[in-house]
């Protein structure tokens, strides 16, 4: 059990600033040609909330974790108020604190975490679990009002592999890894999990699991809910344990009802999920094709074929020119057709009679092999998006993404749609790039990149745009996320997406495990 | 739309008597060595209990469904009396009716069904959804007690294929197309759902869903559940819709929720699964090992290989001996090791491919190919079993399968132990067989068939041996069934599963969706 680094992020930007670099002269250049720049001054040292927790509970808590463990100083509460959406950035940045948790405690155990959700029946106190910090859906944000105080749950003790089963390839990890920490213990065995979402460097495994998380690698690992087949979890009645077998016919299977709960459900301590050898190679490569259509339907035809790499994503014809621009280009329509990304890890024998195989089907099918550069460029730059957004903020851009997911034959129309939306909420001079990044036999995700000039009140301009983006999505009969999690931000459209009996669904399973309403009041449940 | 064929079932024994063959004089020989012949008769044309339902209610349903569409003969009740386990033929021999419906009734359409719950919530009729009455649980077995009558909903009539979509490789299927209807509509379009389970010819597609059905081809085509994007489902409190992606991150996933509700949450009425175009060629081999645990181990390095055929199986050494023997090798110890049998549908090009693949590694950890030929005759006998079962049962011989699953690392404990419980329960000259027919990355199912002779009273005999495989299968932390579903047979182990909270929350989702309780009353829900 290796020790592990606390990496604390910033309060009003992604990741640790150290970690971040500032806006190249060049690239400030470009941006000031399409948007002009306005630098945005963030609010520092913006003053929390008074506490609304009585002392007395919070020593009572310090008892039971440890006088360390319970903080209520300024600088831990402001690290937990909210997660990373744009729009939780915009409040941040404006100094809007009034989301701060009134403590933050750090149990070490499930044991502890049923003690605290013990204590925090007993006294309602609303409790909000925590992970990586990196929602981006509104799920910290829960409700205050009704409750003796809101404490955040920070898993950050809880960072051990508790078991590896070599034969059965499983390992069970606890929540509060991150998904460097929870690849470093598994490397050492070997193994790795081989989930690498964007919010990978800060992102825990609880926190996957809650949300049902996608990484970049999904085409080969699968996406994280389907690398689960064990759980252990703390609610306010007790402990669920599930996960006797890799599948069964036991019921309902009440895994797929935890991942994705969101933390309303209950606190997971403990994830078991299969693993795999740790790919003795990793080899990314690029793919030009026509169009986005011409890609896309070459991506169905992996799927469909049993045929996938272990990355596969497809820029569209924006994102593909943005990614490639030089600055005198910017602006210029884009006539370069789009990007693809193929990756392949593991056995390096496995590796090539696979790339052979997914060459010979992508050249058959129009594509041009644009060799490893590509694949190497986007392999380097994958985690820094959400840096590149601080930078963007600063200068007056407005930045943020959303995603969704439909089945094949719906795509076209969706992705038009929701580009539409966003085009025509956010005015000329909006740029909304999009790719497809994880894949089924029978459907994808579409990812969408949104970059505007910021209004003088940015976060209703953002709102109203995300609202209509996610309108053209139930429109199109799509869902409204596809690994991004409910939160409070998707919340509306919940019930459009299950019906009212599937929300009546969600609240019955609510009453039942959490009859006082103390977990994340106010996330998910419709 | 092509017309259907009724096939009914036998009330007493499996399938249709016309499709059954006499035991052949030899295997008489052999089973009268073993066990000594002891000819059951069969009471003939039991009587039927009176129905417990009001005349005027059964009116009331013929006038919103037709004259036709609501049974109350004899013939008809007898034919929806339990299921088709051997305790169900057991009783079925011996004229216990006792838990026929009172009437059967058989909507044509979503809308029907939804009449016919919300008649039943309103005077308060226990419903019992009926597919193909292949169960082998006591899933069709209803509590009768406070309800004004026990209707069958016989879905019988709901036979269309509702939608194709090419592009997404996508089909809705209506609840009652039985597994060869379902087919053939399918071919029409060049596709397949690849779903052969044993009760292939019998169990209908809204079956495999509520049970969460696995097939003989699980391998290559995955089980019933994970081919299931959308569901369409009629409660007692109105319809759910659900499935707008293959996968997303919109809370929990309700659809697995649905899976395996053995129709006490609501009566599926469409179904929308995964297809795979048609394979042009199938083809079966066999493998010999020198042992079940070389087999097995060398099935866990396919499935952790990603190297699958589309069927794999293997027999212990108990199963392969029976398979193979001849007339004077029956008691002899079988040191012939064990059979697997691989199978490839698909393009004679990809089946090659995978054949030579999945080859190389059998044979470099000690498998040895047998050719076609035992692969021929597994395909030929595949649906037989059920139909030998009658014939054994006729003269004496106690005949009942059991199945469960595990991960890798506690299959040889799991196998032991459980073949052990109904040895030392069934005793001397018990002969108990296993097989290994479906795998994951990360385990198992262990698919038992055993044979005893009958005492005076078989019903106790094998509940007791039952109950002892149960309780091994619950020591060895497995499940309780990998596909069989809970029904009323699974259900005393059920808590020990998922434990008492999960218990209670299959219980608080029963009662928002079916508050009276009309639905399978006594089925599944601890």
Same sequence: chains 1, 2.
């Avoid at 129009?366 to 600063?394: I, K, V």
Wanted: with cysteine; glycine share 12%; net charge negative.
């Amino acid at each position: 059990m290796t020790a592990y680094v606390q990496h604390e992020m910033h309060p009003t930007r992604w990741g640790n600033p150290d970690g971040a670099t500032d806006l190249p002269e060049s690239a400030r250049g470009l941006i000031e040609m399409v948007f002009g720049l306005d630098e945005r001054p963030t609010v520092v040292d913006a003053p929390l909330p008074t506490p609304g927790i009585a002392p007395e509970l919070v020593d009572v808590l310090r008892g039971m974790l440890g006088e360390g463990n319970v903080l209520t100083d300024d600088d831990a509460r402001r690290l937990r108020t909210r997660g990373k959406s744009t729009p939780d950035l915009l409040r941040a940045r404006a100094g809007d604190l009034s989301d701060a948790p009134d403590a933050v405690v750090r149990p070490e155990s499930h044991e502890q975490v049923q003690a605290v959700l013990d204590y925090a029946v007993e006294h309602h106190l609303a409790v909000v679990p925590f992970g990586g910090g990196t929602c981006v859906t509104g799920g910290l944000v829960a409700r205050r009002e009704g409750y003796a105080g809101l404490i955040s749950l920070d898993l950050v003790r809880m960072k051990r592999l508790l078991a590896v089963d070599h034969e059965s390839m499983t390992a069970t990890l606890e929540p509060g890894l991150r998904g460097p920490e929870a690849e470093a213990l598994l490397a050492e065995e070997g193994l790795t999990l081989g989930h690498y979402p964007q919010s990978f460097e800060y992102a825990t495994i609880g926190g996957f699991a809650a949300t049902r998380s996608s990484g970049q690698s999904s085409a080969g690992y699968g996406r994280f809910d389907a690398l689960v087949v064990g759980l252990r979890v703390a609610t306010p009645r007790g402990e669920v344990r599930l996960g006797t077998s890799p599948a069964n016919a036991a019921g309902p299977d009440l895994r797929q009802l935890f991942l994705g709960s969101e933390g309303a459900y209950g606190v997971l301590t403990a994830v078991t999920v299969r693993v795999r050898r740790l790919p003795a190679e990793k080899v990314y490569e690029g793919w030009h094709w026509p169009s986005f259509d011409a890609g896309a339907d070459a991506m169905r035809t992996l799927a469909q074929s049993g045929l996938l790499p272990t990355v596969l994503r497809l820029s569209d014809e924006a994102e593909t020119g943005l990614n490639l621009a030089r600055p005198d280009e910017i602006g210029a329509e884009s006539t370069g057709g789009c990007m693809m990304i193929t990756g392949y890890e593991g056995e390096p024998a496995a590796n090539a009679a696979k790339r052979a195989a997914v060459t010979g089907l992508l050249e058959s099918l129009g594509g041009t092999c644009l060799g490893e550069e590509p694949g190497r460029s986007w392999a380097h730059g994958r985690f820094h998006a959400p840096y590149l957004r601080d930078s963007l903020l600063d200068v007056g851009v407005l930045v943020e993404t959303l995603e969704t997911a439909t089945f094949w034959s719906n795509r076209d129309r969706l992705y038009r749609s929701v580009k539409q939306a966003l085009e025509t909420s956010l005015g000329e001079g909006t740029i909304v790039l999009c790719h497809i990044s994880h894949v089924y036999e029978t459907g994808c995700s579409l990812y969408y990149t949104v970059a505007t000039k910021e209004s003088a009140d940015p976060l209703p301009q953002w709102l109203t745009a995300k609202a209509a983006a996610s309108e053209a999505m139930m429109d199109a009969g799509a869902t409204i996320t596809h690994h991004h999690a409910v939160g409070t931000d998707h919340k509306p459209w919940l019930t459009r997406e299950i019906g009212e009996l599937g929300g009546s669904v969600l609240r019955a399973v609510k009453a039942d495990l959490d009859p006082t309403g103390i977990l994340n009041p106010g996330v998910l449940i419709p």
